[in-house]
């Protein structure tokens, strides 16, 4: 079984599309995270959930919105897609905060 | 703020080679520290953690020293092997509190036959 499984792995889309990626993790981690990694693997962090409640947020453009509607589920939705939103995705969870963090395989979104 | 820096790469390699890949960080407490690695077309997986200092993480044949005396995590390998090829992200956690994992830049390295 995954452990963070996310959808879609590639997605490719025009500009001006609104688009959702899904997390699932089944290792009953209280922590949700969402990372954003660019075509130079820097890695970024954009948001985090803990029991479903939004505990950091960084400058991420109010286009991007998390959602969670239990602690197994972090679904992040994009609206009016641009070229800078290219870039992988990475879905990823961990017990408590400061532990061990597992990531998903990641959603390859590719802007056109 | 915390911060963590490591070499840049690209790292390039022969089979069997000694591999180190430096990294220091800034920390206004005692963090622990990670070492996690990337796959091609994969996401990242932890490879090896020390919670405190002059711990010993290792695995894979891997193993990184944490240094408190020179806020250093180096990772290091006797002899590396084409399949090591990936990126590697060192980071910190800071304990108690929402904190958030610090992560380098990454370093690729690249072995060859």
């Known amino acids: 079984d995954t452990a963070v499984s996310q959808t879609p792995k590639y997605l490719v889309t025009q500009m001006g599309n609104d688009k959702s990626i899904k997390c699932e993790q089944n290792?009953?981690?209280?922590?949700m995270y969402w990372y954003k990694q660019d075509s130079k693997k820097f890695l970024k962090i954009m948001f985090s959930?803990?029991?479903?409640?939004?505990?950091i947020n960084e400058t991420v453009p109010n286009r991007f919105s998390p959602k969670s509607p239990d602690k197994a589920h972090l679904n992040l939705h994009i609206n009016s897609l641009e070229l800078g939103d290219s870039a992988v995705y990475f879905c990823?969870?961990?017990?408590?905060?400061?532990?061990?963090?597992?990531f998903g395989e990641g959603s390859w979104l590719t802007v056109v | 703020g915390d911060s963590v820096t490591q070499m840049e790469g690209p790292v390039t390699l022969s089979e069997e080679a000694f591999l180190t890949i430096n990294c220091t960080y800034t920390?206004?407490?005692?963090?622990?520290l990670f070492w996690y690695v990337q796959y091609p077309g994969e996401g990242l997986q932890l490879l090896l953690k020390a919670t405190k200092a002059d711990d010993k993480g290792s695995n894979k044949g891997f193993e990184a020293t944490y240094r408190k005396e020179t806020t250093s995590f180096h990772l290091e390998k006797g002899s590396v092997q084409v399949s090591d090829s990936a990126v590697y992200f060192c980071?910190?956690?800071?304990?108690?509190?929402?904190?958030?994992?610090?992560f380098g830049t990454g370093t690729k390295l690249q072995v060859i036959p």
């Open positions: 959930y803990n029991n479903k409640e939004l505990i």
């Open positions: 990823a969870s961990s017990q408590d905060r400061g532990n061990t963090i597992y």
């Open positions: 980071a910190l956690s800071e304990p108690g509190g929402y904190q958030k994992v610090t």
């Open positions: 290792l009953g981690h209280d922590t």
């Open positions: 920390a206004t407490g005692y963090p622990s």
